[in-house]
């Protein structure tokens, strides 16, 4: 008395509906035992079990009416190695089932031979002369719905059995079994179930981090598999064909979208062979941009939410990526994007206030990481926020956990009746009408109106959608539910008596748990994530790198990664690598030995830019490594700001003074405005060769001969000159006597770089772009040179 005690003062009717069904059940005790087996059949059965295979194809219509005539179409298959003579296909109508549970025992043991197996309905057979081993038999069967004697709206068992014979056993007994569900309507009900579907577009991770050089920034894919999915007949295409009819909430990964967008537009690249990319197809670009116009018009008018970019896997990041710095803001920027992703591609404006936790398991931790990103509705399931008061209906989704966070618990059974292999006809039949007849049952437990959500696996194949789809038309006729948004569920009246504590860490499914992102592959984003920031700083166009890298991090963390650990970590090791590459392309080129001659000059320092775009805020350190004998810019190290044009290289000069002879070694390395290193530093020596006072006073004795020769031909020609005037040495007047000149003057350049000591001095290596020192000189450096590609 339950059900009934627990509505007394609301509404009589729940009452009498379950004094009603009890009655029934009792009235149809005798006829129950007598329906436990089938006379002389017990011996027989034991020893035939799965002796042949019954598959139940088609039932039509899968609700029927007063008035309609039911046909059940199938195969049956002889699995033994006896023929079977004398045999004959029937239908055989079991009781009302009264309750879920009783719905999911039938569907348990649906082929058991040991169950019961009803009494057949007399006349309405197809007959088979023999059955030889290995073949299959087509048969069809139809039977007014007047003859199955159905009573009172509910569900009903009908099985139907290949009964015959074998040599072995020479008596008529069941050989198969299989058992289904009749839902029993035939009129509207007085109060009908409001039930919200859910209809996912998720897909796998299809974008690398990877963009093309040109303005378009062409994006480069894992592969061409998308397309696949896409195309007519594809899984993607048929959800949205499928859905366009359907009274349904879309839930859609933002990611998606923008991997079919791009394809739309033509300019995404593959993996070609040896690192190289080569064009996607004209042919795909044409089966995505069709696919999403149908789309465009299949979610007009209808409710669509959107999911964070990616999809991220909030129990993964709750369980192992909260401690590591940084994880909780990657799933607020997958937040933020994906409504304008969304309202981009769709021109639609989505809802994003839901989190969908995988399979809908929660735990306080997934709830709260859930919710922290802006969501405050967490889609859960009723296998893990289970009901713990014993209530013998079905509450409403909506449940008020605290901190103004509603739990919209799905329905476990509901959730899952399209999971598994549903490509074979036997199989989808099986499954709508166990859906069916759970949804008939929740609506006929209580006269009160509830709101139901089904949220099915996040990828449906193409069958399972297509038996989603079948269920759904059959709902859609409102016989005993109604649509409803995903909104208005999570707004409706909360079942005051359902439970609303949410289960601890410890009873999260272990099997959901080992499917989960290590600690370690959150380790690797933060990584990924310092050295984004790092290099972006230097970048002029910093959406170009940004952007592309935000959303391949969103990426790392989709749930699609599950039981694809070995590819998630390959994703993550590309995403990375690529990076690296990229901030590798701003660096300092290597320079070898270089000879100071003298006490002051210069030193060139070479910075090269090999990415397209113009780099700066970056600053130079060159530091001497004994300052005692060589100081840069007169103390230990000097800077100086960079800016690079993309493509090209540019020398940075540096006025170094020497204080003593010998080699002293020098590290010059790229810093960022905010002194974070960037890239490898460079190390080079620099050999000081100072002048000696020996050397001086070789000059200085140089310098005097050159003086004292330049008055003695003074005085030479003032006495010609004398001569001259007084008639002595005709014919010498105006001659003119070579000298040797004026001599350079010490200073005027500077010494040659060699060292006595040591012979001649070294060639000018070629990875120098310009001798090694020059005049200190407060020229400012070039603005860059071409780099040779």
Do not use: C
């Not at 899952?416 to 049952?441: H, I, N």
């Not at 350049?749 to 200190?776: F, I, M, V, Y």
Request: proline share 6%; net charge negative.
């Amino acid at each position: 008395m339950a059900e009934a005690a627990h509505f007394q003062g609301t509404s009589a009717s729940p009452a009498r509906r379950w004094l009603r069904r009890t009655g029934a059940v009792l009235a149809g005790a005798p006829l129950l035992a007598g329906l436990l087996q089938l006379p002389g059949a017990a011996p027989a059965q034991a020893a035939s079990t799965d002796t042949v295979a019954v598959s139940l194809d088609s039932l039509t219509p899968t609700t029927p009416h007063d008035g309609d005539t039911l046909t059940v179409s199938g195969t049956v298959t002889n699995n033994g190695k006896q023929t079977v003579t004398g045999a004959h296909v029937g239908l055989r109508m079991g009781p009302e089932l009264n309750t879920r549970s009783a719905i999911d025992a039938v569907a348990r043991h649906s082929d058991d031979l040991h169950g019961r197996v009803g009494s057949e309905l007399d006349k309405y057979t197809e007959k088979f002369a023999k059955l030889s081993p290995g073949v299959a038999e087509h048969f069809s069967i139809a039977v007014p719905v007047d003859k199955l004697d159905l009573g009172a709206d509910g569900v009903y068992e009908l099985g139907v059995s290949l009964s015959g014979q074998t040599s072995a056993q020479p008596w008529e007994q069941v050989l198969g079994i299989q058992r289904t569900f009749l839902p029993w309507q035939p009129s509207d009900a007085d109060s009908k179930t409001r039930t919200t579907f859910l209809w996912p577009l998720i897909s796998t991770v299809r974008m690398t981090a990877k963009t093309g050089a040109g303005d378009l920034q062409t994006p480069v894919f894992l592969d061409d598999d998308l397309a696949k999915e896409l195309a007519p007949g594809g899984r993607l295409a048929q959800m949205v064909e499928l859905g366009k009819d359907l009274d349904i909430t879309w839930v859609i990964d933002p990611d998606l979208l923008a991997s079919a967008d791009a394809m739309a537009t033509g300019n995404y690249r593959l993996p070609g062979k040896g690192g190289t990319t080569t064009p996607g197809s004209r042919e795909h670009q044409a089966i995505a941009k069709q696919w999403l116009a149908n789309l465009q018009k299949a979610v007009t008018g209808k409710e669509v939410v959107a999911l964070p970019f990616a999809d991220p896997d909030l129990a993964s990041l709750a369980h192992n990526g909260t401690s590591v710095t940084g994880s909780l803001s990657h799933l607020k920027d997958a937040t933020d994007v994906a409504a304008i992703t969304v309202k981009t591609v769709l021109h639609v404006t989505p809802n994003t206030d839901f989190a969908w936790p995988v399979d809908g398991a929660v735990d306080p931790s997934i709830m709260k990481v859930a919710t922290s990103a802006g969501a405050d509705r967490v889609i859960a399931r009723s296998d893990s926020l289970q009901e713990t008061a014993g209530l013998s209906y079905t509450p409403s989704a909506a449940r008020p956990v605290g901190g103004g966070t509603t739990a919209v618990v799905s329905d476990a059974r509901l959730s899952t009746a399209f999971e598994g292999d549903l490509t074979k006809a036997g199989s989808t039949t099986l499954a709508v009408q166990q859906f069916l007849a759970q949804s008939l049952e929740v609506n006929a437990q209580t006269d009160e109106q509830r709101s139901i959500v089904v949220a099915p696996q996040r990828m449906p194949t193409g069958s399972q959608a297509q038996a989603m789809a079948t269920a759904l038309k059959v709902l859609q006729t409102g016989a005993w539910t109604q649509p409803q948004d995903l909104a208005a569920a999570a707004k409706a009246k909360p079942d005051p008596s359902a439970t609303t504590r949410v289960p601890s860490t410890s009873a999260y499914p272990s099997s959901l748990r080992r499917q989960e992102l290590p600690r370690t592959a959150f380790e690797q984003i933060a990584r990924t994530q310092d050295k984004l920031d790092n290099f972006q700083v230097v970048l002029s166009n910093q959406s170009r790198v940004v952007t592309p890298f935000g959303r391949a991090i969103n990426r790392e963390m989709s749930t699609s990664w599950r039981e694809r650990g070995a590819e998630a970590d390959s994703y993550r090791g590309g995403v990375e690598a690529w990076l690296d590459e990229l901030a590798q392309q701003v660096k300092l080129i290597e320079k070898s030995e270089t000879k100071l001659s003298g006490r002051s000059a210069t030193i060139p320092v070479t910075v090269q830019n090999n990415l397209v775009q113009p780099v700066g805020h970056l600053v130079l350190r060159l530091t001497s490594t004994m300052p005692a004998r060589l100081k840069i810019g007169g103390k230990a190290y000097a800077e100086q700001r960079v800016e690079v044009s993309g493509g090209h290289s540019q020398s940075v000069k540096f006025a170094t003074s020497a204080n003593a002879n010998g080699r002293v070694g020098v590290i010059a390395q790229l810093y960022t405005e905010d002194g974070q290193e960037y890239g490898a530093p460079v190390s080079f020596d620099v050999k000081v060769t100072e002048v000696t006072p020996t050397v001086m006073l070789v000059i200085g004795g140089g310098v005097l001969l050159l003086v004292l020769a330049g008055f003695r031909m003074y005085t030479q020609r003032k006495r010609a000159a004398a001569r001259r005037a007084d008639g002595e040495g005709p014919g010498t007047a105006g001659e003119d006597i070579e000298g040797p000149g004026n001599p350079e003057a010490p200073g005027d350049r500077l010494p040659e770089e060699s060292d006595p000591a040591s012979g001649p001095a070294d060639p000018e290596q070629a990875s120098d772009p310009a001798p090694d020192t020059a005049p200190e000189s407060a020229d400012p450096s070039g603005t860059g040179e071409r780099v040779d590609r």
